[in-house]
């Protein structure tokens, strides 16, 4: 397995004298984004496109590529894959077609779990047999301040766990085969301590999909119930009411990714808007010549550059095991903001077409108006930043 995906990985790089992150960048370009309108709309033919596609990138050696070689990944430096992220996450897609978006789950669970949830999931999670997703919002109790989980699990008589609880805008729990969830084992509501994160198969009896969260019109977030479900000791990830201090560092790390990925989308919106500014022309001559357009292309080019460094300033930064809290507070704020203020200077110069079916743009605007909320709302980051600065 190791030869075998280390030689893909260099011959797809290697073969014609392109570099991967070229090779990802078409692949993404050219076999993913086509698709997108199907992968939206979800269900049975969904689920066949992102299946052939995640066959197409094993065959083009691009599969898993930050993973493990040992569970069948490409075995990646982080600090490497940090540099191809930002052209993979041009399509929300990417990440789930070329076999990354794995990475926060495996790392996790690398980490933290016990021998026998490791040998029993870890390879089938980054073969893309299983899917993974992750619980902590809850519909009657702020995201922004976890102490407050009424999610509970208790311990029966024989040491396996009884969790009972509701959690909403979990992502991908739909396609999910497991979900890790946070919930109080010990302690007071509002403790730091007694929490604890549990790893919770979707076909438990007591598990329930409850319903859909459209945002914006797009699907993909869940409500979710546990209704007593039990599960066996091991399923307990990390240590018994120190669940906080894993959830930060898998969250900074999802951030940061995420926030690349948002790079990669803004400089796709970008691309369209320069695109449509040199091809639409009046009368008088083509929009580039306007300087209210060249405005829009001005600040959004001055947003992209300004964010890149921030980004990755924080991801070198927890590479080298060091505390990112402000360097991925700024990225995260930053990152978001101009994917939402990019789009919307692209949609802008678009015309109504950029609101229309026939581009990205719409998704790329949802999008951003999300970031600014999913992992923690910019408020949350903003007082972190501010507050760990003034320290
Ligand atoms: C697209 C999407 C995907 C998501 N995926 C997941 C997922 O997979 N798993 C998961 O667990 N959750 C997920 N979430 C939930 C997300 O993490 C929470 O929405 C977020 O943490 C905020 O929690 P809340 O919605 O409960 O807002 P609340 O905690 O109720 O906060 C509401 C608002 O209060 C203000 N506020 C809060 N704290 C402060 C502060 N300190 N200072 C000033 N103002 C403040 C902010 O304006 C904030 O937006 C997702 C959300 C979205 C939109």
Same mark, same amino acid.
């Given at each position: 397995?190791?030869?075998?995906?280390?030689?893909?990985? $260099?011959?797809?790089?290697?073969?014609?004298?392109?570099?991967?992150?070229?090779?990802?960048?078409?692949?993404?370009?050219?076999?993913?984004?086509?698709?997108?309108?199907? !992968?939206?709309?979800?269900?049975?033919?969904?689920?066949?496109?992102?299946?052939?596609?995640?066959?197409? $990138?094993?065959?083009?050696?691009?599969?898993?590529?930050?993973?493990? #070689?040992?569970?069948?990944?490409?075995?990646?430096?982080? &600090?490497?894959?940090?540099?191809?992220?930002?052209?993979?996450?041009?399509?929300?897609?990417?990440?789930?077609?070329?076999?990354?978006?794995?990475?926060?789950?495996?790392?996790?669970?690398?980490?933290?779990?016990?021998?026998?949830?490791?040998?029993?999931?870890?390879?089938?999670?980054?073969?893309?047999?299983?899917?993974?997703?992750?619980?902590?919002?809850?519909?009657?109790?702020?995201?922004?301040?976890?102490?407050?989980?009424?999610?509970?699990? %208790?311990?029966?008589?024989?040491?396996?766990? #009884?969790?009972?609880?509701?959690?909403?805008?979990?992502?991908?729990?739909?396609?999910?085969?497991?979900? %890790?969830?946070?919930?109080?084992?010990?302690?007071?509501?509002?403790?730091?301590?007694?929490?604890?994160? !549990?790893?919770?198969?979707?076909?438990?009896?007591?598990?329930?999909?409850?319903?859909?969260?459209?945002?914006?019109?797009?699907?993909?977030?869940?409500?979710?119930?546990?209704?007593?479900?039990?599960?066996?000791?091991?399923?307990?990830?990390?240590?018994?009411?120190?669940?906080?201090?894993?959830?930060?560092?898998?969250?900074? !790390?999802?951030?940061?990714?995420?926030?690349?990925?948002?790079?990669?989308?803004?400089? /796709? $919106?970008?691309?369209?808007?320069?695109?449509? &500014?040199?091809?639409?022309?009046?009368?008088?001559?083509?929009?580039?010549?306007?300087? !209210?357009?060249?405005?829009?292309?001005?600040?959004?080019?001055? &947003?992209?550059?300004?964010?890149?460094?921030?980004?990755?300033?924080?991801?070198?930064?927890?590479?080298?095991?060091?505390?990112?809290?402000?360097?991925?507070?700024?990225?995260?704020?930053?990152?978001?903001?101009?994917?939402?203020?990019?789009?919307?200077?692209?949609?802008?110069?678009?015309?109504? $077409?950029?609101?229309?079916?026939?581009?990205?743009?719409?998704?790329?605007?949802?999008?951003?108006?999300?970031? /600014?909320?999913?992992?923690?709302?910019?408020?949350?980051?903003?007082?972190?930043?501010?507050?760990?600065?003034?320290?």
């Amino acid at each position: 397995m190791d030869s075998f995906a280390s030689h893909t990985r $260099a011959s797809a790089a290697e073969a014609d004298g392109t570099s991967l992150r070229e090779h990802v960048e078409s692949f993404v370009a050219q076999r993913v984004m086509p698709e997108e309108t199907l !992968l939206e709309a979800g269900g049975a033919a969904a689920s066949a496109v992102r299946s052939a596609l995640a066959e197409a $990138a094993k065959a083009a050696g691009l599969w898993a590529l930050p993973l493990p #070689i040992e569970l069948g990944g490409q075995g990646l430096p982080f &600090a490497e894959y940090v540099c191809l992220a930002e052209v993979e996450g041009a399509s929300d897609y990417g990440p789930a077609v070329l076999g990354s978006a794995s990475l926060l789950d495996v790392r996790m669970l690398q980490g933290h779990a016990g021998d026998r949830v490791r040998e029993t999931y870890l390879e089938r999670l980054a073969s893309g047999e299983l899917h993974a997703a992750f619980a902590m919002t809850e519909p009657d109790t702020p995201g922004t301040d976890p102490t407050l989980t009424a999610s509970r699990a %208790t311990t029966a008589p024989d040491g396996s766990w #009884i969790l009972s609880g509701r959690k909403w805008f979990v992502s991908g729990a739909q396609d999910a085969d497991v979900i %890790t969830v946070l919930a109080r084992t010990d302690g007071q509501t509002s403790d730091r301590e007694g929490l604890s994160l !549990l790893l919770v198969p979707t076909d438990a009896p007591g598990f329930r999909l409850v319903r859909e969260l459209p945002i914006l019109g797009a699907g993909g977030q869940w409500e979710i119930a546990m209704d007593e479900v039990r599960l066996p000791k091991d399923h307990l990830i990390g240590e018994r009411g120190r669940a906080l201090p894993i959830a930060r560092q898998r969250l900074q !790390l999802g951030r940061t990714l995420r926030c690349l990925r948002w790079l990669g989308q803004a400089q /796709r $919106a970008y691309d369209l808007m320069c695109e449509r &500014a040199r091809t639409r022309s009046q009368s008088s001559g083509a929009l580039a010549e306007r300087q !209210l357009v060249q405005q829009h292309i001005f600040e959004s080019l001055l &947003a992209i550059r300004s964010t890149r460094p921030l980004v990755h300033k924080a991801a070198a930064l927890l590479d080298a095991g060091h505390d990112a809290r402000v360097e991925s507070g700024l990225a995260k704020v930053a990152a978001a903001r101009t994917l939402q203020q990019v789009a919307d200077s692209a949609v802008q110069v678009y015309g109504a $077409a950029g609101l229309g079916p026939d581009t990205a743009l719409p998704g790329l605007l949802r999008m951003g108006r999300m970031a /600014r909320l999913l992992d923690g709302p910019d408020e949350l980051h903003i007082a972190s930043v501010a507050g760990s600065v003034l320290r």
